[in-house]
């Protein structure tokens, strides 16, 4: 029996002395694409079994997913391990043949409703924010809860897909999460909000399938910085960026970012094969603010470390009427730090902002292409059937068109921009014969 609780320990030595002892350790062994073995806090999980050799390819429609590299370590060598936490089992380069056979072994397969049904057996189906809770052999509960993940664009039709954020009931404040197949976007975010994340298991690589449409379907190595701004306390571990022919973005692509973004020390990259261990309070360095002298404070909040909160005292010295006017009104809280948070968003994003505002002006230019009387919606892979089913209604006679008609999302126009050009091509080969 442990010694806590002993006459002359104070309250606050008791508290540190049982966040020491509960707090999990973290062993990960990178695999190769998406799978990793985590071994956290004594419990063993896999992560999107893939075992396949290269060379191997997989087709679905017009889609062939190549696979460039195997598996660093293979299922015999892996041992006994007890969950699989599964982002989705529907495309190749996250669950493969060898992957399947291996799901087996597992006392539960954590993954989409989607995919629980597809697959039966020992799979457990779970829904954004749904958890499971596990009990360990050493009498502690571990909770698995499902996080959101959009797999590309937003009105994107891509199956099911689910993150995980892991952590054990006696110590929640030491959060494991795992990202899945998703860009950055709103439920990243919200899971920054919810959970103390230590550790960030990212899937990069910016996936990009030319059939699918031209957009990524993965974070890219910016949204990953933003991504390791939203988890400011976490050590960043990048996986699935290579080993399959569909990725745009590899190692250089993110180390560049990071180091673009004076976050370079964030990243911990693992070892194919070899297992690595993870403190975070050791692998992340307390940044040193002393250089900021002299700088404006957007320089300062341009710092990854940087909050706006952290400027809150500076900015009330520099501007305490406003600050007056806002305690004397408890309705204007709310707004007064939607406000502030916005002005970060406007200043920490600003190279991702103007990004995405010259995307959208291609977009405008493209508004004009007209879309041909041939043009079969059925074939575009991606769209749902209801907007299917609206498009081939209306019939828009250009992508601008289309793009004002109501639910039809800038995914969608996309699409039907990137398979005007293969169904073209199609015909003419068609023709030619």
Request: hydrophobic share 40%; with cysteine; proline share 5%.
């Amino acid at each position: 029996m442990h010694a806590l609780g002993q006459a002359g320990e104070s309250q606050d030595e008791k508290t540190e002395s049982k966040s020491i002892m509960n707090a999990p350790s973290v062993r990960i062994t990178y695999i190769g694409g998406p799978t990793c073995l985590l071994e956290f806090g004594g419990v063993r999980l896999l992560t999107d079994p893939t075992f396949d050799p290269a060379g191997s390819e997989y087709s679905s429609g017009p889609v062939t997913l190549r696979k460039l590299a195997g598996p660093a370590v293979n299922p015999k060598e892996l041992g006994s391990f007890d969950y699989v936490l599964l982002s989705h089992d529907h495309h190749s380069d996250n669950l493969d043949l060898s992957g399947r056979k291996v799901l087996a072994n597992a006392r539960t397969v954590v993954t989409t409703n989607e995919g629980a049904q597809r697959l039966g057996a020992n799979s457990v189906g779970v829904t954004d924010w749904q958890s499971v809770d596990f009990r360990t052999s050493d009498g502690r509960t571990l909770r698995i809860v499902a996080t959101p993940a959009r797999h590309g664009p937003e009105g994107l039709s891509r199956g099911a897909v689910t993150g995980f954020a892991l952590f054990f009931e006696d110590a929640a404040e030491d959060v494991l999460y795992v990202s899945g197949d998703a860009v950055c976007h709103e439920g990243v975010a919200e899971v920054a909000r919810k959970f103390n994340v230590q550790i960030a298991v990212l899937h990069l690589g910016a996936a990009r399938v030319p059939e699918v449409g031209p957009f990524h379907l993965t974070m890219t190595a910016l949204e990953a910085v933003e991504a390791a701004r939203a988890f400011k306390n976490a050590v960043i571990v990048p996986i699935h960026f290579e080993d399959w022919a569909h990725f745009s973005e590899g190692r250089a692509e993110v180390k560049k970012a990071f180091a673009n973004a004076e976050m370079e020390r964030r990243l911990l990259w693992p070892e194919r094969g070899r297992p690595i261990s993870i403190d975070p309070q050791s692998d992340v360095e307390t940044p040193d603010l002393s250089s900021a002298l002299g700088q404006s404070l957007a320089q300062i909040l341009k710092r990854p470390e940087v909050t706006i909160e952290d400027l809150v005292p500076i900015l009330r010295e520099l501007a305490p009427d406003i600050f007056a006017e806002d305690q004397q009104s408890a309705s204007n809280d709310g707004f007064f730090r939607n406000e502030l948070k916005s002005v970060e968003t406007e200043i920490k994003y600003e190279g991702y902002l103007q990004q995405q505002q010259r995307a959208i002006e291609r977009m405008k230019k493209a508004e004009q292409r007209t879309i041909p009387e041939w043009f079969d919606y059925k074939s575009v892979s991606g769209l749902s059937r209801e907007m299917q089913e609206t498009l081939i209604r209306i019939r828009p006679r250009t992508l601008g068109h289309a793009s004002r008609i109501p639910g039809v999302t800038p995914a969608a126009v996309s699409l039907v921009n990137v398979y005007i050009e293969i169904q073209a091509k199609r015909r003419q080969k068609a023709l030619a014969v």
